[in-house]
């Protein structure tokens, strides 16, 4: 009964956002759709052969599609979709674990630069606390989870402190390489999101979303892997592969 109210509700309202700062259509050229036989995640383009998302999705089968705003929609155009050669997991990864939470994918062909397909800059220092970001994925309609996701949205929201944060998640150690980002702690509504969100802050990938309990484009606090902690192995991994 509660969620025939809810299907009624977004209905009449056309969105099941919180925050009235989100935005709903464009693409932006970073983002990338990791289909799957599995569930699909988010992905962020960082290089002409490179993808970085969580290493917590499971990807088999995987097709990477960029420039997409509705998976639902078959005829959708400006799409372009590559096989890739090789998924890196973080070696310190653990399925029970939120650190180390990422996940690098090589492309089997270089992505050409376009208005719907850019890679994303890469920070050379520690987000500043308080900074905007936006966060950015696809959500499905609530009243028929069995399609893909229709809705494409970015919400902007800041960078909250690790205190803050490790008082909404006390049940998580939030340590130096992680950041979080949002603004109302806890769950509120329902939604259906699609996994592994990056924060852009002022045009810089700083997060890959780990974990949210609530939805972050409602502004939920979610915490994000600090993509800064993790240049090393970012770089290392792409100059060796």
């Known amino acids: 009964m509660k969620l025939v109210f809810l299907c009624i509700l977004s209905t009449l309202l056309e969105t099941f956002a919180y925050n009235p700062d989100h935005i709903a259509g464009t693409t932006p050229p970073y983002l990338v759709y990791l289909k799957s036989d599995y569930l ?132 998580f150690d ?3 390489n992680m950041i979080c980002v949002g603004i109302v702690p806890g769950r509120r509504l329902p939604c259906k999101e699609i996994m592994a969100a990056p924060a852009v802050c002022n045009g810089v990938l700083y997060g890959i979303l780990s974990y949210a309990d609530g939805c972050i484009l409602r502004a939920d606090v979610g915490i994000y892997a600090s993509i800064f902690h993790y240049m090393p192995w970012i770089e290392d991994t792409m100059k060796n592969n």
């Open 40 to 171: 699909p995640c988010t992905g962020v383009l960082i290089h002409p052969f490179w993808v970085i998302t969580s290493a917590h999705c499971n990807l088999p089968n995987l097709r990477v599609i960029l420039g997409i705003t509705n998976p639902s929609d078959p005829m959708e155009r400006d799409v372009e979709v590559s096989d890739y050669e090789k998924m890196f997991h973080h070696p310190y990864f653990s399925v029970s674990s939120i650190s180390y939470d990422l996940m690098l994918i090589k492309l089997k062909r270089r992505i050409k630069h376009s208005n719907y397909a850019k890679a994303v800059k890469l920070p050379q220092h520690i987000v500043p606390l308080n900074a905007m970001c936006s966060v950015s994925t696809w959500a499905y309609n609530l009243c028929d989870v069995t399609k893909d996701p229709d809705s494409l949205q970015t919400v902007n929201v800041t960078v909250i402190s690790r205190a803050e944060c490790q008082n909404a998640y006390k049940v």
């Open 174 to 176: 939030i340590t130096e």
